[in-house]
Structures are given as C-alpha cells and as structure tokens.
C-alpha cells in the first residue's frame, strides 16, 4: 500500500497555469443573442424504396411517433393471372373472391379457443360428419402500443406497378379508384381455424397460415376477369 502510494504521488505532473486566465477576475463572460432561423427541406429525390423486396418489416396504417406526431402509410399492390387468356370454360361463374393478409405474428402468444363443439362439417365423400371448430388467435407484430381498431379498405389500382424487378420509391405517384371492392375493421389479431372430427380427431380442414381474410366484391371480378375473356 506504502509503495502503491509513492507511485501514485510520483506521477502526479507538476502544477502549470494553463489556461488560467480564462478564469481569473471572471475574464470569461458569455454573452447570449438571439438569432432568426429559416428551417427548409431540399427534396434531392432520394426517397426510400417501398419495392416489394424492402417492404418485409412495412407499418401499415395510421400511428402516433413521438417526434413527427400522426403518420399515414399505405400499401399498393397488383395481382394478375398465373397463364395468359386462360380457359374459363363455358358461362364461367365467380362463386366468391378473399383477399388474405398475412402479415408477421408472435407465435409465442397463441390463445386457443373451441368455438364450436358440436360442428358439422360436410365433405363429398362422407357428407355431414360431426366435428369440433378450433380457433388459434394471434397478435399481430405492429408499430406503437396504442390498441386501436383499424379499417382496411381494398380498392382498384389504375396505374400499372411495374415489374417485380423494378425499383420504386416511396414518391411516385399512382392512382387507385375510390370505390371499396373489400372491407374489414382490424383489431390487431389474426386468426387460424382447425376442424377436426369428433371421431377419432382426424383433421378435416386446417388453415396453417393466420390471416386477415378480406372478401371482395364478386361482380367486380366477374366483369374485370371473366367477361374479358378473349379482349386484349
């Protein structure tokens, strides 16, 4: 301890007055004056891309953000047909058109509810069977804590998204139809079905993935789709 001590004391640098005279008789005095300033944005057009390959963590919807307050954000996107001028067949019918959502989850936070024990499930080989209906409920993975229901409405896009290999970003301007051709009021959970037979607890339908399941006008579809068959 005595030794520790000696080399402590011994490598103590000799006392200069270095920058003493900013201190000496207040020689230091800060002086306070106000300045107008003029806050402004450039737009250098260098935006974010909102392309399909940046969007895996997208927020969608409205929410609060503690230094920009309310912010809006939506998602545009198309679909088209798997072959080109496919065969509907003869006086083709659309019977019923979902839109799913599948967006990310906490899988760690299931709730499991049997919403139907005495279910009757109706298959073409066995007909009526008696089953069970079991619903897995999953919050969905969101921005902000606010619990607040959220109204997602589906409507026709005009202008053409480009290719799935093109950039986009997040300024470019694309026009959509103001008719709703779906609606759904979101609660911040999805939702998975399972049917089972109560014999023997066979699976007769399960929905694997959880979604928001939207459904969408048919006659839309109808005259978009099908009564366009053989028109370029």
Same mark, same amino acid.
């Given at each position: 301890?005595?030794?520790? #001590?000696v080399i402590l004391y011994n490598c103590e +640098?000799?006392?200069?007055?270095?920058?003493?005279?900013?201190?000496?008789?207040?020689?230091?005095?800060?002086?306070?004056?106000?300045?107008?300033?003029? @806050?402004?944005?450039?737009?250098?057009?260098?935006?974010?891309?909102?392309? @399909?390959?940046?969007?895996?963590? $997208?927020?969608?919807?409205?929410?609060?953000?503690?230094?920009?307050?309310?912010?809006? @954000?939506?998602?545009?996107?198309?679909?088209?047909?798997?072959?080109?001028? +496919?065969?509907?067949?003869?006086?083709?019918?659309?019977? #019923?058109?979902?839109?799913?959502?599948?967006?990310?989850?906490?899988?760690?936070?299931?709730?499991?509810?049997?919403?139907?024990?005495?279910?009757?499930?109706?298959? @073409?080989a066995d007909g009526a069977v008696n089953a069970?209906?079991?619903?897995?409920?999953? +919050?969905?993975?969101?921005?902000?804590?606010?619990?607040?229901?959220?109204?997602?409405?589906?409507?026709?896009?005009?202008?053409?998204?480009?290719?799935?290999?093109?950039?986009?970003?997040?300024?470019?301007?694309?026009?959509?139809?103001?008719?709703?051709?779906?609606?759904?009021?979101?609660? $911040?959970?999805? #939702? #998975?079905?399972?049917?089972?037979?109560?014999?023997?607890?066979?699976?007769?339908f399960t929905a694997s993935t959880p979604g928001?399941?939207?459904?969408?006008?048919?006659?839309?579809?109808?005259?978009?789709?099908?009564?366009?068959?053989?028109?370029?």
């Amino acid at each position: 301890m005595i030794f520790g #001590s000696v080399i402590l004391y011994n490598c103590e +640098p000799d006392v200069d007055d270095l920058g003493e005279q900013l201190f000496l008789n207040g020689a230091a005095q800060g002086t306070e004056a106000p300045f107008e300033v003029t @806050a402004y944005n450039i737009n250098n057009h260098d935006t974010i891309r909102t392309d @399909a390959s940046k969007l895996s963590f $997208g927020v969608l919807g409205a929410f609060d953000e503690e230094k920009f307050g309310m912010q809006k @954000a939506s998602y545009l996107t198309q679909v088209k047909l798997s072959t080109y001028d +496919p065969d509907f067949g003869t006086n083709a019918t659309v019977d #019923s058109v979902v839109l799913v959502i599948k967006p990310r989850i906490a899988t760690d936070s299931v709730t499991t509810n049997t919403v139907d024990d005495n279910y009757t499930y109706t298959t @073409a080989a066995d007909g009526a069977v008696n089953a069970k209906k079991v619903v897995n409920t999953y +919050p969905v993975l969101k921005f902000g804590k606010a619990k607040r229901n959220l109204t997602i409405n589906v409507n026709e896009v005009k202008t053409f998204l480009k290719s799935a290999s093109d950039t986009v970003k997040s300024n470019d301007s694309f026009n959509f139809d103001s008719q709703v051709i779906g609606s759904k009021v979101f609660n $911040g959970n999805v #939702s #998975s079905v399972a049917i089972t037979k109560d014999d023997g607890g066979t699976a007769l339908f399960t929905a694997s993935t959880p979604g928001i399941r939207i459904s969408l006008d048919k006659q839309f579809f109808q005259d978009k789709i099908i009564a366009k068959k053989r028109q370029t």
